[in-house]
């Protein structure tokens, strides 16, 4: 399994439209994909501007899978970019899980 984090800190003012985006993405690109396990975006209630994504996928063809779709490269990598002040990706593999 390939676990993804993403901690994304975004354009002043943006965090509505933001939020919005990631909505209407979930349920058309990760929630159709066989080898998208979880994915899960948070917002930090004491940090406006802000979010979280924690992902995981089968392996890395089942990432290459996802960011390579048409739903990511126009909602994620298109509209979404654009309010991405600072774009981290850490990559983690599992130890444990209960």
């Known amino acids: 399994m390939l676990a993804k984090v993403f901690p ?3 354009k002043p003012g943006s965090q509505g439209r933001a939020e919005e985006l990631v ?4 349920p058309k690109g990760p929630a159709q994909e066989d080898g998208t396990l ?4 948070y917002r930090d ?3 406006p501007d802000y979010l979280l ?6 392996d890395q063809a089942a990432y290459d899978a996802h960011t ?3 739903v990511y ?10 309010m991405v002040e600072d774009f981290v990706e850490i990559d ?7």
């Open 8 to 10: 994304i800190p975004l």
């Open 23 to 26: 909505r209407d993405f979930a």
């Open 38 to 41: 979880s994915f899960r975006v």
């Open 45 to 47: 209630p004491a940090r």
């Open 53 to 58: 994504f924690v992902e995981h996928f089968a």
């Open 68 to 70: 390579g779709s048409e």
């Open 73 to 82: 490269a126009k909602l994620i990598a298109g509209e979404f970019a654009a």
């Open 92 to 98: 983690h593999e599992l130890v444990v899980s209960h």
